[in-house]
């Protein structure tokens, strides 16, 4: 039977359900309809299980009304459909599919998502490719009137259609000023998380082990692989990782420092040297390498541009007294200052 179910009847009742609140949830494209919907969701493993099953199968049911049925008896089928138009063709009983086969669409709806999740999504609509190099930003203006700025060493996929804005971040990290449109979510995959907004802003950024969002206007729905759902709204920010979303609010000035790489900037305030080389090496083809673990741990503050790694070297011999020894292949070793 598959899926985390202990009974046929227990399946089928759960199933029933998700449909009705995916249907109700959908007619009614609200923030709170979809929040309650992934309230539910969020209960149980089934239920997410039954929930992702009647969504998948619903896109698919979409894409496949928009090609010509392939039955027999269907008047427009095979080669009968050149002769549609004709009026000396006997008319025939109205095609109707039988509940084998929905359910067979149904199945295969299923199927199809396990196998390859895009198949489905390339049936009505290209897919676009966005990146940029290491030290590289870059700001892409979407056909829908959307706004997507890549930070260094970035890509993207994009998948405008009828129903939905499909966007996948494939590396890197991303800001998104989201154009209106009630008829289409704007749906960012990150490793498995989804945040799903209308119209709003907000960041996404691509951890090792954490997936990182930052939102600035309005609200978006976070799920991540299990289909938990958290809602997060403006001057807050979640971070999803392995089923868990934590929502944490952000003081304005924290928001300015995540942001500050739009400008060119990256911003310290009580941060470990460790953790701002390690910012400072997502611009950098050549590292800056901490010679001393002693170091790590030093608290630094600043704003420094992120092309000027150098400059914050200068600084730290300043400050700290570290040293900093440039490498034949452009790389700085940061080591104490010599007694």
């Not at 969020?42 to 039955?71: C, M, N, Q």
């Not at 083809?285 to 600043?302: C, E, F, K």
């Not at 700290?320 to 034949?328: H, M, N």
């Amino acid at each position: 039977m598959g899926g985390p179910f202990t009974s046929a009847a227990e399946r089928q009742a759960i199933e029933a359900e998700a449909a009705r609140r995916f249907l109700k949830a959908r007619a009614a494209d609200t923030d709170a309809a979809w929040e309650e919907a992934l309230g539910w969701v969020a209960e149980h493993p089934a239920h997410g299980y039954a929930f992702a099953k009647v969504e998948a199968a619903w896109e698919l049911s979409e894409r496949l009304g928009e090609i010509a049925p392939t039955d027999p008896r269907c008047p427009l089928s095979g080669r009968d459909a050149n002769l549609a138009a004709d009026p000396v063709v006997p008319k025939t009983a109205p095609w109707r599919p039988t509940r084998r086969m929905l359910a067979g669409t149904l199945a295969a709806s299923v199927l199809a998502v396990a196998i390859g999740g895009t198949v489905a999504l390339q049936l009505d609509h290209a897919v676009d490719h966005y990146r940029t190099e290491i030290g590289e930003k870059r700001v892409v203006r979407l056909a829908d009137g959307s706004v997507v700025r890549l930070n260094t060493g970035s890509s993207i996929e994009v998948a405008l259609g009828k129903k939905e804005r499909a966007i996948r971040l494939l590396r890197g990290e991303a800001s998104f000023d989201v154009a209106h449109d009630t008829a289409r979510p704007f749906i960012v995959d990150a490793d498995g998380a989804k945040v799903r907004a209308v119209g709003t802003a907000f960041s996404v950024r691509l951890r090792p082990d954490l997936t990182e969002v930052t939102v600035t206007q309005g609200v978006v729905l976070v799920r991540d692989a299990q289909a938990t759902g958290r809602r997060v709204t403006a001057g807050n920010a979640a971070a999803v990782r392995q089923g868990a979303i934590a929502v944490t609010p952000l003081a304005g000035r924290d928001i300015a420092r995540r942001l500050a790489w739009q400008q060119g900037r990256l911003s310290f305030d009580g941060d470990t040297l460790a953790q701002a080389v390690e910012e400072f090496n997502r611009y950098r083809t050549s590292p800056i390498v901490i010679g001393d673990p002693a170091l790590s741990g030093l608290r630094i503050g600043g704003t420094f541009r992120s092309d000027r790694s150098d400059d914050f070297a200068h600084a730290l011999e300043q400050s700290f007294g570290i040293r900093a020894l440039p490498g034949a292949d452009g790389s700085l070793l940061l080591m104490p200052a010599a007694e």
